[in-house]
Structure formats: C-alpha cells, structure tokens
C-alpha cells in the first residue's frame, strides 16, 4: 500500500518588529517619511503606516521589506540603511533588554571573556532574530557569528554582503559592552553564494 504523501509547508519563521521598525525610522532619517512610505507599500506592509508592529511579524515581511529597499534606494544605499538600522537595534537592546547590572558586569570583563558572555546571550536569543534560519556562534578570535537561510538576503543574488542589519546590531553590542573600538564585517554572505552569511568581530 502507498504511503501518503506529506505535503504540509512548514510554516514561516517569526522574528522581532525591530526588523521593520528599525529599517523604517532609518530611513526616514536618510531620505525622509515619503520614502518610508513609498517602501513600506512597495513591500505590501502599507498596513504599517499607521501603526508600527509590536510583536513577532512574519520573517517573509522582512525579506520583502529588504527587497523593496535595495530596489527603492539601489544596494548601497540600501546597506548604508540597514547598517544604522542595526544599530538602532542594539541600541534598543541596550536600553530594553539587556539588564543594567548585566552591562556593567561586561564592561568590567577583560574583552575575551565578555564576548564569550555575550555570543552566550546572542545565541540564547537568535530565534528572535535568525526567524527559522540556523544560528552559531564561534568565540575563537575573531569571534564570529553564523547565520544559515535568515531572512535578510534570503533568495537574493548580489556581488556584496547584504545582511548589514546584523552586522549593524552586532557592532553596536560589541562597542558597548566588550570593546569600543570593535568592528563587525560580514565576511561571507549567501547572496554571493556563500552556504551561510558570516559576520566577523575584531578589536
């Protein structure tokens, strides 16, 4: 007897509304409120212009939202959103979620040792971010963070790295919290090819 087929989709990952948000108020800043809007209705999440999301969205919102982008506004400036847009992120982190006493405690910690505390946090926290991509940290200097079929580049081609969200996000944690002079680059990135997208921190 035949088995039945299993044709169940599985369904779509969900991350933060920071992935929009933050994109959104980045934006502005850059090229002003029509360009948001003009994005926003391009991606088909004009039902954000009224009011900003504030829980989980869909990780499919966020490819379109980063699509639309790179078309709107061309990959570098696109990228050049998305980096400040990262930052944003941290900084909201940094004001939000991260625990006060946590912070000092990481600033007082030699920089090896804090940036293994917080991949530690990072990693506990990439389902909120890597929506149903894989996520690795490797805290071997340089400390790099892995992140397989995230929702950023997802089904894009291009001849630069284009996950400058995280790298964004990453950078600001870094220089707040282990080093301030840290600096994060995606040295590898699916849409070029690569079998993940791969973000390197140096000090």
């Not at 933050?22 to 009224?50: K, M, N, Q, T």
Request: proline content about 7%; glycine content about 6%; charged content about 25%.
């Amino acid at each position: 007897m035949n088995q039945p087929v299993n044709t169940t989709v599985p369904a779509p990952g969900r991350v933060g509304p920071n992935a929009i948000i933050r994109i959104a108020e980045a934006l502005e800043s850059f090229e002003g409120r029509e360009r948001v809007e003009a994005l926003l209705e391009a991606a088909g999440l004009a039902h954000y212009l009224d009011a900003m999301p504030e829980t989980m969205v869909d990780e499919r919102e966020v490819t379109r939202l980063h699509v639309a982008l790179r078309e709107l506004i061309g990959v570098e400036g696109a990228k050049a959103v998305s980096r400040d847009a990262g930052a944003r992120t941290g900084d909201y982190l940094l004001a939000r979620r991260i625990p006060r006493p946590a912070q000092r405690l990481l600033k007082i910690l030699p920089a090896p040792l804090a940036s293994r505390v917080l991949m530690t946090a990072i990693r506990r926290n990439a389902w909120t971010f890597a929506g149903s991509g894989r996520f690795e940290a490797l805290p071997a200097y340089p400390p790099r963070f892995i992140i397989e079929d995230g929702p950023i580049c997802a089904g894009a081609r291009a001849e630069h790295p284009l996950c400058d969200f995280y790298a964004g996000t990453f950078e600001r944690l870094y220089r707040k919290l282990v080093q301030r002079e840290a600096r994060v680059t995606e040295t590898a990135c699916q849409a070029k090819g690569a079998e993940a997208c791969v973000f390197e921190v140096r000090w």
